[in-house]
């Protein structure tokens, strides 16, 4: 790829290919419809590329529990009562080794279906991201798709053992599970008759070691045994090697072998940083070119799972999301010494291996009514998210219409977000699919406006040798500048660009930028250009580049 920065496009198959507007909440999968790998056609692909994408992420690609009825192809129905709405929760795996029938056309070719679909992204030149979920599997987990000789989680498990190195679960000996309150005024509180048979209980996935786990618990998973007795001072037995390592890495190389290039691994930090150091090299020796993406919220591990646990990149969720949210919220406390903090602290010397983003399926859609309310309120925001470092930018689909994640779709609620559990039609993403043809031709002008700064933003990025290799020099504030404004110079010996940030919604930024000597002396470029417009800026060479930048937005400058 000639891309020097690796953008990523999230998406659920389920959702980025439906046509269906239907949007019965709690709708069944032939009310509300829902996408398949096939709808991903070259067409959606060449939409991605418009967007100087290079990995895509297929979030939901593996069999998951769900309410639908695949009995006719010999897949047990799951059991409402451990299942998150109809389509249930994409991180509730029902068997390692199938991908999601929902998704396919002809249900029993579907790793047929999913195989063209890698064929397809890899021919448009595109990369394959998929979720590798290591903590919890459904309650129902059953692999009817795995190869012969490997041997089911739990099958070999002695169940009157609360804990053991050699279990794949954990257990509460003599004591079942109890299914916890559900609301009873959902349309599928018929299909819920507040039982699931499972004696002895077996620990719930957020570490819940007990047979009654809560409504808010993830009480649909249960939690893999990673060799880690939680409940006496999380002593350690990984000699032997636990069971579960062992089919994790058959799992992890058998996606790889299918030509995924890629993996974004859920809940990194709740499994041992000792199994990731085992198991990624390994791996990777099957394709040394495989990145995995750890989603991770502690700061102070960050650089451990880096260094000991070999990943490549790790979420900037808890630093640099969350300060841009207060910024783009206009909070009272919004600061941009969050920024600084960051890259100068944070993530010092190793903010290139940090995912920025400011939208995934957890997060709430900026142009919703509990975010921004507009999506041109973030647009300084993803200009720093973009540039900051030279690590990964991330992009969820509808993001760069504006998606504003409204309505309860079911499960999900009305929570500002598109729901990862329901079956929904996304309509403004929708209208840039238009049918199928994915040329937004049912965008208005303000959509299409900002769908075009997404893609001037990440050709710069993706093309940047300043952004992909360059070092980040903090501006002081000068000027008018105030705790709302912020600048920062990337430079390489090819390429210095200026990137200022307004994210005041009253004020405009009037400074006079002075550039340090040592970058002055880098080459410079002529004539000095605002690449986000592509507009020519009549700056006479000197030591400082004067700039004014209304509210609530940023440039690019080149110089």
């Known amino acids: 790829m000639n891309d020097k920065k690796i953008v990523i496009y999230q998406l659920l198959p389920r959702l980025f290919g439906n046509k269906n507007t239907a949007n019965i909440p709690y709708g069944t999968i032939e009310q509300n419809g829902c996408g398949k790998f096939n709808d991903i056609s070259d067409k959606a692909l060449d939409g991605l590329k418009e967007l100087h994408v290079n990995y895509v992420w297929y979030t939901g690609a593996l069999a998951h529990a769900s309410l639908t009825n695949y009995t006719a192809y010999g897949i047990k129905v799951d059991d409402a009562d451990v299942v998150k709405g109809r389509a249930g929760s994409p991180y509730a795996i029902r068997d390692y080794y199938d991908v999601n029938p929902d998704l396919a056309v002809d249900v029993k070719n579907r790793m047929q279906e999913f195989e063209n679909l890698v064929k397809r992204t890899h021919a448009k030149q595109l990369k394959v991201i998929i979720d590798f979920v290591p903590n919890h599997v459904a309650r129902s987990y059953h692999s009817y ?26 257990y509460t000996p003599k004591q079942a599970f109890v299914v916890p309150n559900a609301p009873n005024n959902t349309p599928i509180a018929t299909l819920q008759d507040g039982k699931f048979e499972e004696n002895p209980a077996k620990a719930t996935g957020n570490n819940v070691f007990s ?13 893999l ?142 142009a919703s009514a509990g975010f921004a309310g507009n999506a041109e309120l973030a647009l300084p925001a993803m200009v720093v998210s973009a540039t900051l470092g030279s690590g990964p930018v991330m992009l969820y689909f509808g993001q760069e219409v504006g998606e504003p994640g409204k309505g309860t779709e079911g499960f999900g609620g009305d929570d500002n977000r598109t729901s990862i559990f329901d079956y929904w039609g996304v309509p403004e993403h929708q209208k840039w699919m238009n049918g199928g043809a994915f040329d937004g031709g049912k965008l208005n002008d303000d959509q299409l406006k900002l769908r075009t700064f997404y893609k001037q933003l990440l050709k710069i990025v993706a093309q940047s040798d300043a952004i992909a290799e360059g070092e980040l020099t903090e501006v002081p504030q000068t000027g008018n500048m ?60 000197g030591t400082s580049i004067p700039v004014r930048l209304g509210p609530v937005s940023a440039q690019v400058i080149e110089f």
């Not at 047979?211 to 939690?223: A, F, L, N, R």
């Not at 110079?489 to 390429?495: G, L």
Request: aromatic share 14%; proline share 6%; net charge negative.
């Open 145 to 170: 798709a795995k190869p012969e000789n490997v041997i089911d989680f739990g099958a070999q498990d002695d169940v009157s053992k609360g804990f053991s190195p050699k279990n794949d679960f954990y």
């Open 225 to 366: 045994n990673y060799g880690v007795d939680y409940q006496n001072g999380e002593k350690q037995y990984f000699d032997p090697i636990p069971p579960v390592w062992l089919k994790m890495k058959d799992i992890l190389i058998y996606w790889t072998k299918k030509g995924v290039d890629g993996f974004r691994c859920d809940m990194a930090e709740m499994v041992p940083i000792a199994f990731w150091n085992w198991v990624i090299p390994q791996v990777k020796q099957v394709n040394p070119d495989l990145i995995f993406l750890g989603e991770a919220y502690n700061p102070k591990v960050y650089k451990q799972y880096l260094a000991e646990g070999k990943f490549d990149y790790l979420y900037d969720k808890v630093g640099l999301y969350d300060g841009l949210k207060r910024l783009i919220k206009n909070e009272s406390n919004a600061d941009v010494k969050d920024i600084r903090q960051v890259w100068q602290v944070e993530s010092a010397g190793f903010g290139n291996h940090m995912l920025r983003f400011l939208e995934n399926h957890d997060e709430e859609r900026i």
């Open 482 to 541: 105030n705790n709302r404004m912020y600048a920062f110079i990337r430079s390489s010996a090819k390429q210095r660009l200026l990137v200022v940030a307004n994210f005041d919604r009253i004020n405009t930024l009037e400074a006079n930028i002075e550039i340090p000597d040592n970058i002055l002396k880098l080459k410079s470029s002529s004539p000095v250009t605002d690449l986000l417009t592509d507009r020519k800026l009549n700056i006479p060479a």
């Open 211 to 223: 047979p009654t786990p809560k409504y808010d618990d993830w009480y649909e998973t249960i939690k």
